[in-house]
């Protein structure tokens, strides 16, 4: 029998991996290992079934969720767990967002592919003990022994009686907290491992106002804060004074680090802040140039993330036979369709946030400080995302919000424009990656190496405090995805170089992933062709028999099966192969691609993907289908650029994004289960789409497309 | 001076600044937030309405323009309880994800219909043009096809 604390103390790549094990070098590397292989853990504030779970009169039982829902359907899958172990119906289930006040926190933040990964054992835990809970007090209730008493769809039933959870719960004072029962036996799931629809589905076909956006307070007022488009930039002062006399103005509020108008309309707010003439100091000027020298490997601080054999010397520059490739990302925007934004109310001794956060602990810890109030003090209401993808892990509008109302007294809504969030983004940073390799006689990779020059996107964040980022070394955020994966290779080393950029990069869904696999896996495909094999035999010649190994393998045959993958353009159309394990979960992908007046064209996307146990298959696919799309939309499309010490452009369209007209007509996405314990599903199959586009352009036009966003 | 209307069915009149957008008129004046600001430049889509039956995206329409005109939101679209053919087919093939864009993207969608009932995959790709960020696109084509297939059930 499970104990009921488990949870809280699992070890895994979260606090065990930065606080237990990370102390001198080959660990890190070790570690670097283990993230893709090991389980989440999920270390909330608490394990107290009655505060996940609300069982109201109606029979219907709330679960408080400490994950945010962005659109990844976390409510539909953490539902289905808990409706399964609870015995009710789906419908019975109502997922809501948890308060802060609740005490139902999650310290860290709803991403990475983590949120059901690191909750199905204790979910299952909390729910089963909260159904345990709910007999024992029916058993009392009845004068029924609980051993007799069974549940089905939320009613109680035995020795001829019958009550409702609803109806248990209504006449408990106090509740007891038995050891963890045992778990529901797989083969009686209701729910888990059947495509369930969304349970947000009615909520968001309707147009239900159910975002931080839409959040209303009575007697709420209008934000507007002025941000430098520059980069590099300090605040130095501002002259408000014609602003003050604009429409609507209540009050402009100037602060040491930004200045906001308060107003009574969002309109008034934008029109008034147009008016402040606000100075700011440039440090120094950038352009494109200046931040590609900067991003070139090579500069900034190498740190070893992976070492088998002797890699390093044998690719040293001279060496006879060295292969050696360079490709390059560009800063990517998250252009998440809802801005950034936060409603607050600041009283005496309380502090009310209403918005879309994905680390709602960390949010209420900067407010608080800010104001100089506890954390408890601060309430986050969390709302429905519209769009995460890691924008929301920072949250500037929260401090910003809650000093403007402290200073009218009356709550205040605060959003980015659409230009701010194009020029204040924490973007995913440019990347530079040099791969090198050496073949064997008989066309095997003897040594490979990959180089992997980022900005920063774990370290330098909040979350990632800077002792730890001294603990970890290397950026794990940045060389996600760029180990080598082919373990078979006698030979491979990876390195990280951390490069300083003057405007903040961060989290974008799936981190390095993206970049790095387009880098590995289309350099897999260039020794393919130099060792003369086809691309899906070379890369199965050199995975291992290791599990994880194992797994790749049996997704990559499958794709190529599924695809009936060839190498030979046929009628103009080319297919291109790539594949990655992220977060424990492979995935490859076969593009079936055309080019057409100089254009790129993706008809038709194979997926095959191994997350594990799977949850809610529809769910999975959904998240496969948004993925390959996003991630054709970054890799063929997007691209911000510095021009004159801003970063532009400043608007959807000009920022070119993939459209319904760019979209695959076909996706087929299959789903292996390869294991018994759910892995991340979110960005996984982000991974190697870059890599089958441009490995298929290839085929079509002989000429290698080593640079996102690929230009033929 | 205010700006009277009819707001899905019903008469309204906002005292929003008559150049201003309609899109704040209709989310903060009259409180309908089904209505989504994405861009403020009319460039993504995720405010498009009705006016006169006819796709208009918000935040770039002035106040004064539907002066004696009929607007429609996604809130009078359909109902939880009658959903309209778009809504419906869009809960059919489970599109949204995070959902912030779609109701642009239905409101684009059931204007569309009116004009083309049947729409090709091509004249998918040259009238909705939106933006979706989760990359919905996918599933949001078979939903249009299938739209198209419930108006037709519900003309015959």
Redesign the interface.
Known sequence: MASRRKFLIRAGIGTGLLFGTAYCLPIRRKIAEQVNVTESPYIGSTDDPKIWFEVTPDNQVLLHSPKMEMGQGVFTGLAQIAADELEISIEQMKVVHASTASGNIDPFATGGSTSINSLWQPLRELAATMRVMLINAAAQQLGVAASGLSTLNGVISGGGKSITYGEVAAAVTEWEIPDTPALKDPKNYKYIGKPTPRVDLLDKVTGAPIYGMDAEMPGMLYGSVARSGGLDTEFVGVDTSAAEGMPGVVKIIVEDDFVGVVADSYVNAENAKQKLKVTWKQNRKWDDFDVEAAIMVGQGKPIEVQKEGSAEKMLQDGEEGVIRSEYFSPIGAHAQIEPNGCLAFVEDDKVTIKMSTQVADYTRKEVGSRLGMSKDEVVIEPTFLGGGFGRRLHTPNAVQAAVMSKAVGKPVKCYFTRQEEFQNDTFRPPTHNVLKAKLTADGKIDAISHDISSGDVMHGSPLLPGVLQKIIGADLGAWRGGMIQYHGIPNYRAVSWRVKLPFATSWWRSLGLLANTFAVESFMDELAEQAGKDPISFRLEHLTESKADVRLAKVIARAAEEANYRNEAVDGRAMGFACSTDVNTPCAHVAEVSVVDGKIKVHKVTCVMDPGLVINPDQVRAQCEGSIIMGMSAVMFEKMTVEDNALYPIIYGAYEMALMRDAPKEINVVLLENNDYPGGVGEPPLGPIGAAVANAVYRITKERVRRIPLRV | MPTTFKLNGKQATTS??PA??LL?AIR?DLGL?????????A??G?CTLHVDGKAVRSCSYPVKLVEGKEVT???GL???DN?HPV?QA??EE??????????GF?MATAAMLNEIPEPT?ED???N??????????????KAIHRAAELSKGEKE
């Open positions: 929003a600044a201003s957008p704040w903060d937030k089904g209505t989504k600001f994405g861009c403020g430049k460039a993504c995720a939101t996604i809130e359909g109902t939880e959903l809504q869009w809960k489970i599109v949204p994800q995070c959902g912030y864009c779609q109701p239905m995959d998918i790709d040259r909705i043009v939106n933006v979706c960020r989760c990359g919905t696109y996918y599933r949001m084509r």
